[in-house]
């Protein structure tokens, strides 16, 4: 089989066995929990799940920060994740008067 698996570039273990699909995980508590989770993001639609945790616990709930992030995935209450800007070239050029003038300041005034 080792031969099979390096000339088709998988791992031996892919080749034994068929992939399974994981089932949708449900606990005792989560729909008590997603509707103080819902109460939670409406009054406070910037707070993360960190954040939302957090006062979860405030309220008295035990519940981790992963499982949060599995209820308000579940239901698309996450916030949006951050994209950073595309980096833009500098096409012009800088003119000052006369030499090192534009990074001089006066920090004792």
Excluded at 25 to 48: A, N
Excluded at 75 to 95: F, T
Aim: hydrophobic share 30%.
């Amino acid at each position: 089989m080792s031969p099979i698996a390096r000339t088709l570039g998988v791992s031996r273990t892919s080749l034994y066995a068929e992939p399974r699909e994981r089932s949708e995980q449900k606990r005792i508590g989560d729909e008590e929990l997603l509707r103080v989770i819902r109460r939670i993001v409406e009054e406070k639609p910037t707070f993360g799940y960190r954040r939302v945790t957090a006062r979860l616990r405030c309220f008295g709930f035990e519940a981790n920060h992963k499982r949060v992030y599995r209820l308000m995935s579940r239901e698309k209450l996450l916030l949006q994740r951050y994209a950073p800007r595309p980096e833009r070239p500098h096409n012009g050029k800088v003119i000052t008067l006369r030499s090192d003038l534009r990074w001089c300041t006066d920090a004792f005034e």
